[in-house]
């Protein structure tokens, strides 16, 4: 079977879905839905053996004929973006009602469906200029659905970090493809290797896809952006955007020559991503906001996986390279599952809370126990614990650094620091979501917003669960997944072709099986042993005091206080306090915030200072006629003095 | 079906020897102090008597706060279960089990901050980011350990990785790790198991709501813990596998017994450190293992 057919039924059930997201809600969901379903068959086809679809068609848009292709390394993409899209479409479909949101549902329906369209056809596109050009549409569509509760001010203040960001990516990948195209004498892509002339513009790819990864120090409009989308948009923008992103990484890289040293700088700045990203998070009070920052640091994790990958590729030594390539690609899905399913937990508890901001919430189990459930689920995977799809991954990526240090070629020093501080960030990581799981889900509720919290729907828990479900399959049976990463894997590299999945993976997903179901047999024995022992309920163990409340509980700042103590150096916390000074003390407050700081202590001081200047240059043009004739004297004076004296032609 | 009989008594090895440390060391405390103590056998006394009692739970606790210390002590079995006995060899190995086994113990240690989470006391919260902060380091270090050995030896598999050769190396990574066998399981300098003060606790703090069977659990949970991290150090450091069998057993208990004791007298002797000093005792444990991998490198290279 070819993928021709369900991919073209794709493209027909989306733009069904554009037409009838206004008026038909229903009628909406099941074509995108039917969309989704039919583009996933296609990449399921091209991933199990069928062979890369190639489509050319005569018919020219913008001077350029049309050139769609679908290989290993896209189809591996498009599965992650129909499953976020199809779970996403579901959530949505409860989380941003007509009735709640009159003003934004409908139009957010059609961007929502063009969003999914557009990154379907940027994995599709195969000619620069339509890259280019359906590159612009997504990130206009995610503009628009970031800023769809556009009547509060933060969230307009997102957007337009975000297009502006995004228009610097464009404008880096702008240059990438005219000056590709202008060496090679058209816009088609594919792969050039035979031209070592074009190294350097790996760093324009770099550049312009890793902003879009949210790669540090360019992730500055990353957690705003998140952080206050509407919660299913969150999903797709942490879960699939980002992703794309590192598709065009892998694309490019696998693509074009690359310079000296191409994947040391980005196993650096993926271990930078790594660390930071999660201390950023530790400091966060917002829980979306914190979530959005754990971006930063799974893209890092994926981009240890890549750079150790290229630094493989350019000495030539496979066995390595191919592990960690392997252990960044199932990174990518993993991180795509567990986010999604982490940001819609989140959207649900703001959805039943109205609140955010952490110090606010708590003991949300008992008014939203498949929420918490789902959640920790989540936490757990991203944590990278076994027996759940993110060790798997983080396994893998180990496991390429460690036979590097193996190989004791000049890869080894660093990655044994890459090691290590993969390491530190997994056990950050842990602390970190160990402080949002106790602080939103348990414990006593913190106000009465969370007091009256309620469990969300039927919609919203059943794409919750399907992203769950999904954490959990790959994390026991690693292997059944293992073709579709080899497949990726050979269109980056042919040379590496093979397709024998590791014998380890095997044992590790019957130790995950084992582990899994000896917990759940010891879970439930020993809760029943506690039912039937006999269960005293009494109050928590506070020295003593017979009324403890809420606000005693230890918060979410407080718990992470002793690693972002050590973090001071980056993370600048602003400290706002006002001490108990007199012996009767009347009010005595502390608040503590995190900035964004590359933003607010880099990007935006630099942003100031060329707006100064501009503004001297500015006071040139005041409209004083008579100053204006002055210059024109001056100019015409100093060019006949040029002429005078210059001579030349 | 060899298999099977050679799992379970391995089980039964590790489940019925663990709660013997802390019984030695308690032994040896008192005997430093010149009291009589505790018997030896203390904790399964503690432990029988706890599977019989009831439950009191906090008003706020979830079944998490039962299910954790149940998925947190199978974490912890089945880490032990993936740890190599000399002889014996290993139930389970493959390519990479090593990081299976480091990422079980913060599957527990997971498991353990969620059940202290449960109850919204400020003790246990405090007891549980103590906890959760100071395992980022000992993390590290425990990496650093496990690349010196797989640096010294060329494998990744704990059943051929844990084959050390005497030297300052092993020296070096013996301090190491003993560091962080302190620290993961709570001992003092990091940790005080005796204190009575909720304020300057770790584990014991994250526990204080805990009664009946799931304390049993954990306190089970926490031996297996101490045993799985005293027969990683005796492995890392002596060459047991070029002995002859009986020789090797005798030898790996002796080291266990060996480690148990010091723990008690470091336990006698020093005080607890305060809290401000403990990451930076373990940033030098981490010290101590990388300077192990670099012996090993360099041992490596020549």
């Known amino acids: ?649 | 079906m060899t298999l099977i009989l050679h799992l379970i008594l391995r089980l039964a090895l590790w489940l019925l020897l663990a709660p013997l440390l802390p019984g030695i060391i308690n032994k040896v405390k008192a005997w430093v102090a010149g009291r009589r103590g505790p018997p030896v056998l203390q904790l399964y006394y503690d432990l029988a008597k706890l599977w019989k009692k009831s439950v009191v739970l906090s008003q706020l606790a979830s079944p998490g706060f039962v299910i954790g210390p149940a998925v947190g002590w199978v974490a912890l079995v089945g880490a032990a279960l993936l740890m190599p006995l000399g002889p014996a060899g290993s139930a389970l190995s493959f390519r990479g089990d090593v990081l299976l086994l480091i990422y079980l113990l913060a599957l527990a240690r997971f498991c353990t901050a969620w059940a202290a989470m449960e109850t919204g006391s400020a003790f246990e919260g405090m007891g549980a980011a103590r906890e959760v902060s100071y395992a980022v380091l000992a993390e590290a270090a425990i990496i650093a350990a496990v690349l010196s050995l797989i640096v010294h030896t060329g494998s990744v598999s704990l059943i051929t990785m844990l084959a050390p050769s005497p030297g300052a190396g092993a020296a070096l990574l013996a301090a190491g790790l003993f560091t962080v066998l302190l620290a993961e399981n709570c001992r003092v300098p990091f940790d005080d198991p005796n204190t009575h003060l909720e304020l300057t606790m770790i584990h014991e703090a994250m526990v204080l709501d805990h009664s009946g069977p799931p304390l049993a659990v954990i306190l089970h949970g926490a031996s297996v813990k101490l045993l799985l991290f005293a027969v990683l150090l005796v492995q890392a450091v002596l060459p047991i596998g070029e002995m002859t069998p009986p020789a090797a057993a005798g030898a790996l208990a002796a080291g266990v017994l060996l480690v148990t004791i010091s723990v008690g007298l470091v336990e006698s002797l020093l005080a607890r450190l305060a809290f401000r000093r403990v990451p930076l005792l373990l940033t030098t444990a981490f010290l101590l293992c990388v300077f192990a991998l670099l012996v090993a490198w360099k041992g490596d290279a020549t």
């Open chain 1, 1 to 649: 079977m070819t993928p021709h057919l369900p991919l073209l039924a794709a493209a027909a059930a989306m733009v069904a879905s554009l037409l009838v997201g206004r008026a038909a809600p229903r009628v909406w969901l099941a074509t995108t839905l039917a969309g989704v379903t039919a583009a996933l068959l296609a990449a399921v086809i091209v991933l199990t053996g069928g062979a890369d679809w190639e489509w050319r068609s005569s018919f020219l848009l913008g001077g350029e004929p049309l050139h769609l292709r679908l290989d290993g390394l896209s189809a591996f993409f498009l599965v992650l973006l129909c499953v976020v899209g199809g779970a996403g479409s579901v959530y949505a479909r409860e989380y941003w009602t007509d009735n709640a949101h009159p003003r934004s549902a409908r139009a957010g329906r059609v961007w929502w469906s063009g969003m999914l369209f557009s990154l379907g056809l940027v994995l599709l596109a195969s000619n620069g200029l339509h890259f280019l050009i359906v590159w612009e549409l997504f990130t206009v569509c995610a503009y628009f659905l970031i800023t769809l509760n556009r009547q509060r001010r933060e969230v307009r203040a997102a957007g337009w970090l975000y297009i502006g960001a995004s228009h610097a990516a464009t404008l880096a990948l702008f240059a990438f493809f005219t000056i590709l195209a202008a060496h090679t004498g058209n816009w088609d892509l594919g792969p050039l290797r035979e031209h070592p002339e074009l190294a350097p513009l790996f760093w324009l790819v770099l550049f312009g896809f890793g902003l879009k990864a949210g790669l540090f120090p360019l992730h500055i409009w990353l957690p705003a952006a998140h952080a206050n989308a509407p919660s299913h948009v969150s999903a797709l923008l942490s879960g699939v955007t980002l992703k794309i992103g590192i598709y065009g990484l892998m694309r490019f890289s696998g693509w074009l020559p690359l310079p000296d040293g191409a994947g040391w700088v980005v196993a650096v700045l993926g271990v930078a991503s790594a660390v930071l990203g999660v201390a950023f998070a530790l400091g966060q009070h917002d829980l979306k906001r914190l979530l959005a920052y754990h971006s930063v640091e799974n893209i890092g994790i994926i981009l240890i996986g890549l750079g150790f990958a290229l630094v493989a590729m350019q000495q030539g030594s496979p066995t390595w390279g191919r592990l960690a390539l392997a252990g960044a690609l199932l990174h990518v899905w993993n991180h795509g599952l567990f986010k999604a399913l982490l940001f819609f937990g989140a959207g649900a508890v703001l959805h039943a809370t109205g609140t955010r901001e952490m110090s606010r919430l708590g003991g949300l189990w008992r008014t939203m126990p498949w929420t918490a459930g789902l959640f920790a689920l989540g936490a757990a995977a991203i944590s990278g614990l076994p027996p759940l799809n993110g060790f798997v991954s983080e396994w893998l990526v180990y496991l390429g650094l460690f036979d590097a240090t193996l190989a004791h070629g000049p890869a080894a020093c660093m990655a044994i620091s890459a090691a290590i501080l993969l390491g530190i960030t997994g056990a950050l990581a842990l602390a970190c979501f160990s402080k949002v799981c106790g602080v939103v889900f348990l414990g006593a509720p913190r106000s009465p917003a969370a007091a009256r919290a309620h469990e969300c729907g039927p919609a919203m828990r059943g794409s919750m669960l399907a992203l769950g479900a999904a954490c959990v399959a790959i994390g026991l049976a690693p292997v059944v997944f293992w073709p579709a990463v080899v497949r990726a894997m050979n269109v980056w590299n042919p040379a590496w072709a093979g397709t024998a999945a590791p014998v380890a993976l095997t044992a590790l997903g019957l130790f995950h099986v084992a582990l899994a179901l000896v917990a759940l047999a010891l879970a439930g024995w020993l809760w029943r042993r506690v039912r039937l022992g006999g269960l005293t309920r009494a109050l928590t163990w506070d020295c003593g005091y017979a009324l403890p409340t809420a606000r005693m509980q230890y918060t979410a700042g407080s718990f992470a206080g002793i690693i972002t103590g050590w973090f001071t150096w980056i993370l600048r916390p602003e400290r706002h306090q006002q001490l108990p000074d007199t012996c009767f003390p009347s009010t005595a407050r502390h608040a503590e915030h995190t900035p964004e700081t590359v933003l607010e202590k880099i990007v935006e001081p630099a942003a100031l200072l060329v707006m100064r200047v501009s503004a001297l240059v500015r006071s040139l043009q005041h409209g004083r006629l008579q100053a204006y004739l002055l210059y024109l004297l001056i100019g015409v004076a100093a060019l006949s003095l040029l002429v005078l004296l210059g001579g030349a032609p």
